[in-house]
């Protein structure tokens, strides 16, 4: 067997014995018959960030197979900011590759993500799947290479604080039970999400946990696989969709907000992306960065001010964003540097086999680790938009390709120190910042958006439109004004507690 297929949680692919990429109609309807599935949901994002659901109930086969193959009409306008009432009405088609079994209905029921078109039955300009879509398509049109993504998506558990093994404030990275206490939530829910076709990575605690009016607010994140980054935003959402639902059903509160409170950790959706031709990685060449991946990184430098357009939607997310913290602030890279906007990450560059000298018993591995190496953009949190951010990204690193002294901007922006650290202070401060309000990200969304808009990437409308939200929250001296004022704060995460 297929090892890919081999072992697969998702019980739609272990049925059908081939990958979702590779699902039909027939494959489905088949499924559907074959295990007496009674409902089918299709679930789509709209301009809040979050998936909706439109639930049907099979009449008959005639009907399943016209839903499949028509798809639905809905109301756009009470979907998207920018669609009129007067033009309102929009198709939304199933993509079978992302079916997956709902693992909270009753009922038994297959779910479905969906596309949409306009009334001309042509994919809808400024949706969040073909925006990214079409900014993947301009990745792989100009470099000839295809564009992957992961996302490292963190979030907070909060339930009552039972008093028993206190864990240490703010030091819950990789903490276990009991010390840790939602451990066997999160297990619960990476198994619903791979059974979903989520890629996941791994699972841990993080940093943050502490207890506020009897209440234990404790961090954890979910990694995932790097796929192409049009799979990887697909996850993603139903990553966020299935963490809240369980969550829900446990008497959990879950929030993805970028920041909880004064002095503790917020919460991000760190990026990481490779560059991929004809299946080999491209970021390292003899073992060091390539000049592929420097060329994206110069890319991402240059429009990291506009990234947090997408990345870092509401008021809170500068309040993440802040100097001398973890979450950067300054436009550069670096290596295994935290402090630095884009980081590249440890890669299994060295030349020992380490699973060998851990485990003498066993043979020379070769196995090939340059598949492994990626670059991670930290600046985004969870109110992203996550198609458009992923989106951006994909022009970002685009971007870099296009621009003739691309190596000189990576080389200019490179730093290998701490650059919060005082005797780095001149470094630091020859560093250009990123925005620290939403209508500062907005400012520079305007001043960079022919970038986004080139080659049809994102419409005019949304940029139009994500420059008029950002703008709305009036927030340019926000964080100067509230400062450390941790009542003002708590008010201010309490508005956009669910964002993203």
Known sequence: ????????????????????????????????????????????????????????????????DAILTCGERVDGSSLF?????????????????????????????VSMLCSYFNKDGEPLESSPENTLRKACRAFNEVTGMEFQAMGELEYYVIAPDCGMFPAT????????????????????????IAQAGGQIKYGHSEVGNFTIDGKIYEQNEIEFLPVNAEDAADQLMIAKWIIRNLGYQMGYDITFAPKITAGKAGSGLHVHMRIVKDGQNQMLDGGVLSATARRAIAGMMELAPSITAFGNTNPTSYFRLVPHQEAPTNICWGDRNRSVLVRVPL???????????????????????????????????????????????????????????????????????????????????????LPDSCEASADCI????????KYNVFSPAMIDGIIKKLRSYGDRTLRADIGTNQEEMLKLVNRYFHCG
């Open 81 to 109: 900011p920018f669609i009129e009432a007067g033009s309102s009405d929009l198709y939304v088609l199933p993509r079978f590759s992302t079916a997956f079994i709902d693992p909270f209905a009753e009922i038994p029921t």
């Open 446 to 453: 305007e001043r960079q958006r022919a970038a986004f808009e």
């Open 1 to 64: 067997m297929n090892k890919e297929l081999e072992m697969s949680p998702n019980k739609l692919v272990a049925a059908l014995g081939k990958p979702s990429k590779e699902f039909t109609k027939a494959d489905i309807i088949g499924y559907i018959k074959q295990n007496d599935i009674r409902m089918v949901n299709f679930m789509y994002p709209a301009g809040d960030g979050r998936l909706k659901t439109l639930n049907f109930v099979i009449n008959n086969a005639a009907y399943l």
């Open 169 to 192: 404030d703010q030091k819950g990275y990789h903490e276990s039970a009991p010390y840790a206490k939602f451990n066997e939530f999160r297990t619960r829910c990476m198994v619903y």
């Open 347 to 433: 890669g299994w560059a060295a030349k020992s086999d380490m699973c060998k000298i851990a485990n003498p018993l066993e043979a020379e591995s070769n196995y090939d680790t340059t598949q492994k190496q990626t670059v991670e953009m930290r600046s985004p949190d969870g109110s992203a938009d996550i198609y458009q951010l992923i989106a951006g990204l994909a022009v970002a690193c685009r971007y870099g390709f296009e621009l003739e002294n691309a190596l000189e901007i990576a080389e200019k922006t490179y730093v290998n120190v701490n650059i919060h650290q005082k005797e780095n202070a001149d470094k630091l401060n020859s560093l250009a910042c």
